[in-house]
């Protein structure tokens, strides 16, 4: 039998070689280690005591682990741009271009914003879930003194999210290591505005889509923006954009929404 400690270091071990690959290495562990923990079986647990790294299920293994990772954060990244620099440089326009869902919102930020204040007005507090770079796009908003909870599971993106919220002064930020899918929604506030970008169909695994309509009902603000992709993932337009499972979903939940389209998106606002 294998003792407690032998399979916490084993668990460590696991963890590493997941986040060896840069664009995950950003990702807090600690979500790393509970998708390890979801899939791991004696079979590959012994594998890894063993050292048997090469072995083809633990190869697999590492692979399942990396692709629900990348699901759910590394294919918005590119490991390729300096964020670093570009932060201290204050170039905040090139942070949004180092996230893809950012980069495609960018020249339709001012439209974005517009649209979605003309049914919420402006909001005074705002909690963003799954934030990546969206924060920073507050300089296309014309908010004035806002206070901005940016929640993520990438380490890497909050510590520049924070920096852009050090940098404004009007701006009264934190960030907060979230795992949407895993944590609790204890935030002991409810916000003006949530921003949901992007995430529910990166989060859902069925086709029932029970996990989304947990969030939403847990969320804690007045408002929620909630958006979805309008291209495939072959980067083509959607044949059917408006997510019909979605609506439903609002309506049984007795939810009044809006719909919002910019190029790429479909945005549904809705009252908590």
Not at 249 to 269: G, S
Request: glycine share 4%.
């Amino acid at each position: 039998m294998i003792s407690a400690l032998k399979i916490t270091t084993v668990i460590d071990e696991i963890v590493g070689k997941v986040l060896e690959k840069k664009e995950l290495s950003g990702i807090n562990p600690e979500v790393a280690e509970k998708i390890v923990k979801e899939h791991l079986t004696k079979k590959v647990t012994e594998l890894a005591r063993n050292k048997r790294f090469r072995n083809k299920e633990y190869k697999n293994f590492i692979k399942i682990v990396r692709a629900q990772l990348r699901k759910q954060y590394g294919a918005f990244q590119n490991p390729a741009i300096n964020r670093e620099e570009l932060i201290r440089k204050r170039d905040y326009t090139g942070l949004l271009k180092s996230h893809q869902s950012t980069k495609e919102r960018l020249k339709f930020y001012p439209e974005f914003y517009k649209s979605i204040f003309a049914v919420t007005g402006k909001p005074e507090s705002i909690i963003d879930i799954g934030c990546g770079m969206h924060p920073l796009s507050l300089e296309c908003s014309g908010i004035g003194k806002v206070e901005y909870l940016a929640a993520d599971i990438s380490m890497k993106d909050l510590k520049i999210v924070q920096e852009y919220f050090n940098q404004n002064k009007r701006i009264k930020g934190r960030t907060l290591l979230f795992d949407a899918v895993r944590d609790e929604y204890n935030f002991r506030k409810k916000y003006d505005l949530c921003f949901v970008l992007k995430l529910f169909e990166i989060l859902e695994t069925t086709k029932s889509h029970r996990l989304t309509e947990d969030i939403v009902n847990q969320l804690p603000a007045k408002w929620v923006a909630a958006s979805f992709s309008t291209k495939t993932l072959s980067n083509k337009p959607m044949t059917r954009a408006r997510r019909i499972w979605f609506e439903v979903m609002l309506k049984r939940l007795k939810k009044n929404f809006e719909i919002i389209r910019i190029p790429n998106e479909i945005i549904y606002v809705f009252k908590q």
